[in-house]
């Protein structure tokens, strides 16, 4: 079974700066691998998805996130942060073929944005 | 719909009782998933739907947990007999094909819980 693996659960960022959020996936084959979005009191966004294509994904609001098979990681950045980042982000892997909307979610990492 | 509505949005009931949460997914969506969230994790992974069958049950916690979808529409989550550690906010998801990532999915807003 899958399973994702998001390192820290709260992260403090200033304003302008990198942000980075690690991801790591166990699986013996490539997956599909997600970043969601979840701002207090609504539903989850999706940020960006890798299904097989270019190994470097962009995604909205200036994320991105590479996919790296060697390390098995697909980890979140952004070069400059906004007050408006702040929020839950969580990472989401599935399976290639016909269950890939079973996704298993890290726990995740909690951002927050300081001046 | 525009989007995928759950209901009621917040929902508190004694322990025991038993509670039916609702899904309407998107217009013309064939797939649509269940998941779970505890306070402070991630989503776990209930049930799918494909049309009106559902094939995989397989993260359904307990024989109390039960879902049905009727007219490839709306869904119910049933969970009879609750219990505190039932308590979560459940999420309901679909997507308009079940067999390709690039199509996406898409959330609701969820039914939070409490159990007391």
């Known amino acids: 079974a899958q399973s994702v693996t998001q390192l820290g659960s709260h992260v403090s960022v200033s304003e302008g700066a990198l942000v980075l959020l690690r991801c790591n996936y166990s699986?013996?084959?490539?997956?599909?691998l997600f970043w969601y979005v979840q701002y207090p009191n609504q539903g989850l966004q999706l940020l960006l998805k890798?299904?097989?294509?270019?190994?470097l994904v962009k995604g909205i609001n200036g994320f991105e996130a590479e996919f790296k098979k060697s390390e098995t990681s697909f980890h979140l950045t952004k070069p400059s942060a906004h007050m408006s980042d702040a929020a839950e982000y969580f990472c989401?892997?599935?399976?290639?073929?016909?269950?890939?909307?079973?996704?298993?979610f890290g726990a995740g990492t909690q951002v927050v944005v300081t001046p | 719909g525009a989007g995928v509505s759950q209901s009621p949005s917040n929902k508190v009931t004694e322990k025991g009782k038993d509670v039916e949460l609702r899904c309407d997914p998107i217009?013309?969506?064939?797939?649509l998933y269940w998941y779970r969230q505890r306070l402070g994790q991630g989503l776990e992974f209930l049930i799918y739907f494909q049309g009106n069958s559902a094939p995989d049950k397989s993260g359904l916690p307990s024989d109390r947990f039960s879902a049905e979808r009727t007219g490839e529409s709306v869904s119910t989550l049933t969970i009879q007999r609750t219990q505190q550690e039932d308590s979560a906010v459940y999420l309901c998801?679909?997507?308009?094909?079940?067999?390709?990532?690039?199509?996406?999915?898409?959330f609701g807003s969820g039914t939070r819980l409490t159990v007391v």
């Open positions: 989401a892997v599935s399976d290639q073929g016909d269950s890939w909307g079973k996704l298993q």
């Open positions: 217009s013309g969506h064939t797939a």
């Open positions: 699986s013996s084959v490539p997956p599909y």
């Open positions: 998801a679909s997507s308009l094909v079940a067999t390709n990532p690039n199509y996406g999915y898409t």
């Open positions: 890798y299904t097989s294509a270019a190994t």
